[in-house]
């Protein structure tokens, strides 16, 4: 069972503090990944991919990417309270299959609670 | 670019009657749609994924017979929630996939709240 771990959180910050977010996951060999983030009733909006190791810079985010160390964290400086949202990690599965389709879906951890506080 | 809109944003509907939802891609060509259910505080479950102009393929526990889903075009996907039950009361969200702006990135629908009472 190819997994993704994210701490649930809740993880609170003061405004103008780094948030860092981290995720886990299990298959090694994985080479797409997103960040998500999600607003209470609102559906998930994408806030970055990264597909090689190391740093990847847009804005305020950074995400990081260890293959090696199968993790991937989401990095978000100045945070600012309307950061305060459920941030999603997703892996892109290399081969998913079921019942006798391959549908290359993603896999999402459970997300990470940030709140920023004013 | 790579926008989603789903349709109706939110419906009630009385127990037994059976609802249809939206998805079309508006400036892409959605190759591959995704349908996921969130209850609330709980994380996104995957449905089911389809392809156009091929069948669905279920997640293991959805009922294929109840959620009925069919990718007709390369811009509309829809999700047919049949003889609906209060359970079946949640947050459907669909997703679209095509070959740009990104062949891997999925993009959300705003989502389409079920209550069936």
């Known amino acids: 069972q190819k997994e993704v771990e994210q701490n649930s959180g809740p993880l609170s910050v003061p405004e103008g503090a780094i948030a860092s977010l981290n995720c886990t996951y299990s298959?090694?060999?994985?080479?797409?990944f997103f960040w998500y983030r999600q607003y209470s009733g609102k559906s998930p909006e994408l806030i970055m991919s990264?597909?090689?190791?190391g740093d990847k810079e847009d804005g305020r985010f950074t995400a990081q990417l260890n293959k090696a160390s199968q993790y991937v964290s989401l990095l978000i400086r100045d945070s600012q309270p309307s950061d305060s949202a459920t941030y999603l990690c997703?892996?892109?599965?290399?081969?998913?299959?079921?019942?006798?389709?391959?549908?290359?879906?993603?896999?999402f951890g459970t997300g990470t609670l940030l709140a920023v506080q004013p | 670019g790579a926008v989603v809109s789903q349709h109706p944003s939110w419906v009630i509907c009385k127990s037994g009657t059976s609802v249809k939802i939206e998805c079309r891609s508006l400036?892409?060509?959605?190759?591959?749609m995704f349908w996921y259910r969130q209850f609330p505080k709980q994380s996104l479950m995957l449905m089911a994924t389809?392809?156009?102009?091929?069948?669905?393929?279920?997640e293991q526990g959805v009922e294929k017979d109840k959620f009925l889903i069919n990718h007709a075009s390369l811009t509309l996907s829809t999700l047919t929630v049949t003889s609906a039950h209060p359970e079946d009361s949640s947050f459907y969200i669909c997703?679209?996939?095509?070959?740009?702006?990104?062949?891997?990135?999925?993009?959300f629908g705003p989502g389409t709240r079920l209550t069936v009472l």
């Open positions: 997703a892996v892109k599965d290399r081969v998913g299959v079921n019942y006798g389709g391959a549908t290359n879906k993603l896999i």
């Open positions: 298959d090694r060999g994985s080479q797409s």
């Open positions: 990264i597909y090689s190791n």
């Open positions: 389809s392809n156009e102009g091929s069948k669905a393929t279920y």
């Open positions: 400036d892409f060509q959605a190759t591959t």
């Open positions: 997703s679209a996939r095509g070959r740009y702006p990104s062949t891997d990135t999925q993009y």
